[in-house]
C-alpha cells in the first residue's frame, strides 16, 4: 500500500475530478487497485505515467477513440500516425486563418474607403451590406466575387469540431434533493446518488427523457430528481421536496467526466453568451445531466447512443435572462 496513491491525492496533483478518473478507466485507458482494508480506487506508478500520458494527449485535443488506438497496439506507429494527422488539420486550420485575414483586410480596406462624413457613401455601404446579407452566393464584392463565399466556408470548417448551442426552457417542477454534500460523499458506494436511485420509480422526465440534473458549487454539488405531482415529503423520506423554478438555459454538449472536453464547452458557452442579448443569471446555478439515459421508465441505456458518439454525453445548462437595457 506504500507504493499506491490515493485518488483524491491524483485529483489534486493534476486537477482531475474523480469522475474522470473513473472515466478513463471505463474507457479501458487507466486502472487501478483496491484492497480489502481500503475501499477507495488507488493508483500505482505505471497508472500515474499513464494518466500523465492521457492528459497530454488529450491537451493535444486527441480524442479517446485515438488515444485507445495508441495504448492498444505496441510500438510507436500509431501515435506517429494519430499526431501526423494532427498536424496536417492543424496546417489546414492556419491556413485558413491565414485566408480569412486577408479577406477580413480586404474588407477593412473597402471600409476606409468610404467617406463617412458623406450620407450617400454610408447609404452604400449599407446596401452593399444588405446585398452580402441577401445574396450570399452571387453578391460580387468589390470584384472579389470569391470572398464571400469562401468567408462562409472558412468559418464553418474552423468551427466544425466546435459544439452548437441551444437555449432551452426547463420548466418548473416539484424536485427531491439530497442537499448539498461534499462531491466525494455523491458518488462513493453506497452515497446519495445510490440513495436517490431508490426513490426511481417516482421520477417523471423533464427534458431529453432525463428526470436529474446535478448542480455543482466549488468543492460540493446538490442532485436533484424531478418526481411526480403527487409525491409526498413521506414518500422520499429522509430527502426533501422543493419546487424548481425552471428558466431559461443555454445548453451545450461535452464528453461525459472529460475534463478537457468540459472546459472546452463552458468556455464556448460563456463566450457565445456574452454575443447575445443574453447574460448569465448568477442568482441561478449551472446544472449538468445526462440525456436519453432511460426507456421508458425502465433501467435499459441507450447503449446504440452511446456506441455510434464512442462516448456518453453529458449536458450542461447555463442559466441565462435578457439583459435590462433589452
Known amino acids: 500500500m506504500n507504493n499506491l496513491i490515493k485518488i483524491r491525492d491524483v485529483s489534486s496533483k493534476y486537477d482531475i475530478t474523480a469522475r474522470t478518473l473513473r472515466y478513463y478507466e471505463d474507457m479501458g485507458l487507466l486502472s487501478s487497485t483496491r484492497s480489502d482494508d481500503y475501499k ?14 492521457i492528459l497530454i494527449l488529450r491537451k493535444l485535443n486527441i480524442s479517446i477513440k485515438d488515444i485507445q488506438r495508441v495504448f492498444n497496439t505496441s510500438g510507436t506507429d500509431v501515435v506517429l500516425e494519430v499526431l501526423g494527422k494532427k ?40 446596401n452593399k451590406a444588405k446585398e452580402i446579407e441577401t445574396n450570399l452566393i452571387s453578391v460580387d464584392y468589390i470584384g472579389k466575387p470569391s470572398n464571400v463565399n469562401r468567408l462562409i466556408k472558412i468559418t464553418e470548417e474552423l468551427d466544425k469540431k466546435i459544439p452548437d448551442i441551444m437555449v432551452v426552457r426547463i420548466p418548473e417542477f416539484k424536485a427531491v434533493t439530497c442537499g448539498e454534500q461534499p462531491w466525494g460523499e455523491m458518488f462513493k458506494e ?48 429522509p430527502f426533501k421536496l422543493f419546487d424548481f423554478s425552471g428558466g431559461l438555459y443555454a445548453m451545450a454538449v461535452s464528453i461525459d467526466e472529460d475534463n478537457e472536453s468540459i472546459h472546452k464547452v463552458e468556455d464556448k458557452v460563456r463566450r457565445w453568451i456574452e454575443t447575445t442579448n443574453f447574460e448569465l443569471d448568477k442568482d441561478r446555478d449551472v446544472m449538468f445531466n445526462m440525456p436519453y439515459l432511460y426507456e421508458d421508465g425502465r433501467d435499459t ?26
Open 40 to 53: 477507495y480506487r488507488m493508483y500505482d506508478e505505471n497508472a500515474v505515467r499513464r494518466l500523465e500520458q
Open 87 to 126: 498536424v496536417e488539420r492543424i496546417d489546414d486550420e492556419v491556413a485558413l486563418l491565414h485566408e480569412l485575414k486577408g479577406i477580413v483586410l480586404d474588407f477593412i480596406h473597402e471600409i476606409e474607403e468610404v467617406n463617412f462624413a458623406d450620407n450617400s457613401d454610408i447609404k452604400l455601404l449599407y
Open 190 to 237: 453506497g452515497g446519495y446518488m445510490y440513495q436517490l436511485w431508490q426513490y426511481c420509480h417516482l421520477y417523471k422526465s423533464i427534458i431529453f427523457d432525463c428526470f436529474d440534473f446535478l448542480i455543482s458549487r466549488n468543492d460540493k454539488a446538490e442532485w436533484i430528481c424531478a418526481v411526480k405531482d403527487c409525491v409526498t415529503d413521506a414518500d422520499v423520506t
Open 301 to 326: 441505456v441507450y447503449k446504440d447512443i452511446e456506441k455510434g458518439l464512442g462516448y456518453k454525453q453529458m449536458q450542461r445548462y447555463f442559466p441565462i435572462k435578457l439583459k435590462d437595457d433589452i
